[in-house]
């Protein structure tokens, strides 16, 4: 990272990440290899948030200042009504409340710890070109488990933060319901939005990174998830625009494939959505897209020089036939 800057570019990567794509999965096509390599990648995915839709129209209060001085009535009789309710029913509600969170909370932690074994399998598959399960499992277990590691206390702390946000919200918004204060409700509404897209954002730019840039930094070095971002970060300083641009230009892939999955889904007049739909199954329909992306980060990350360079550490030791 010395001297001159090297030529970075968003597009190069695209054409070998293609071709990488033929290599792994087609050149010979292998249907056994497949489920293995597709396993990997179902492991790496496990637990990845699907996208959700929104709310639209206006707020219960866009009839005026009367509208909303009946709804703050109604909000005040279902709160002193949910209030009795609970008070009533302590004794169970406590409990209940404690043992499903201690279930999610367990149901969680042991999918961000598959899923972080599955990162660095399905990353040694495509690399490497080959269908292995015990080999990453085994070589990288202590990558993934400092990546496990991070990975839950960003969690964490994204959900206090997210969860004291919404909180704030709603405090706000009852609170300004009470006293038939519709501008001020809508100020809490306002809070609510903003406050969880903006830590929202800044999350799935973190995840990103650390899944297209750190993961195979760990990969390279046999480094802890903290010394990799460290790492990263020095390159992320020295890059910053070069690193906004690429998530523009992910955004414009997944724009890309999207429309590509939703036309697969209409020639198949739905058909292919059932099997996309099954656990693993859809992971192994979407092999192809999964390798792609994976590629095209890496390649991406190579143009940094010889250091970033996955794929060459591989061929040096196993050149691709």
């Not at 489920?35 to 129209?57: D, R, S, T, Y």
Request: hydrophobic letters at 55%.
């Amino acid at each position: 990272m010395n001297g001159e800057q090297p030529y970075v570019s968003v597009i190069e990567p695209l054409t070998p990440a293609i071709e990488r794509v033929k290599t792994v999965l087609f050149r010979p096509f292998d249907i056994g290899k497949w489920f293995v390599i597709g396993f990997c990648a179902w492991l790496a995915e496990l637990g990845k948030p699907k996208g959700g839709g929104g709310n639209g129209g206006g707020g219960p209060w866009r009839g005026g200042q009367q509208d909303f001085s009946h709804f703050a009535r109604t909000i005040r009789d279902d709160m002193a009504g949910a209030r009795a309710y609970v008070e009533a029913n302590l004794h169970w509600i406590i409990p209940l409340a404690i043992f499903g969170a201690v279930v999610v909370l367990i149901v969680w932690v042991l999918l961000v710890w598959l899923s972080s074994r599955g990162r660095f399998m399905f990353l040694h598959c495509v690399v490497e070109n080959k269908g292995h399960v015990v080999v990453p499992w085994d070589k990288f277990s202590q990558h993934a488990n400092s990546l496990f590691v991070f990975r839950v206390i960003l969690g964490l702390i994204t959900g206090v933060a997210i969860g004291a946000a919404i909180l704030t919200g709603i405090l706000l918004f009852a609170g300004a319901a009470i006293a038939g204060v519709g501008a001020a409700a809508g100020a809490g509404v306002v809070a609510i939005f903003v406050s969880t897209v903006s830590i929202g954002i800044v999350l799935l730019v973190i995840r990103k990174f650390t899944k297209d840039f750190v993961v195979p930094i760990m990969f390279l070095r046999t480094a802890r998830c903290t010394a990799a971002w460290k790492e990263f970060l020095a390159l992320f300083s020295m890059n910053t625009g070069r690193f906004v641009l690429y998530i523009l230009f992910q955004i414009a892939i997944k724009i890309v494939i999207g429309i590509v999955v939703l036309a697969g889904a209409c020639v198949t007049c739905g058909c292919a959505c059932c099997f996309l739909a099954i656990p693993y199954i859809g992971t192994v329909v979407l092999l192809p897209i999964l390798v792609f992306e994976r590629s095209y980060s890496l390649y991406y990350l190579q143009q940094y020089g010889p250091a970033f360079g996955v794929f060459r550490a591989a061929e040096e030791v196993t050149p691709l036939e």
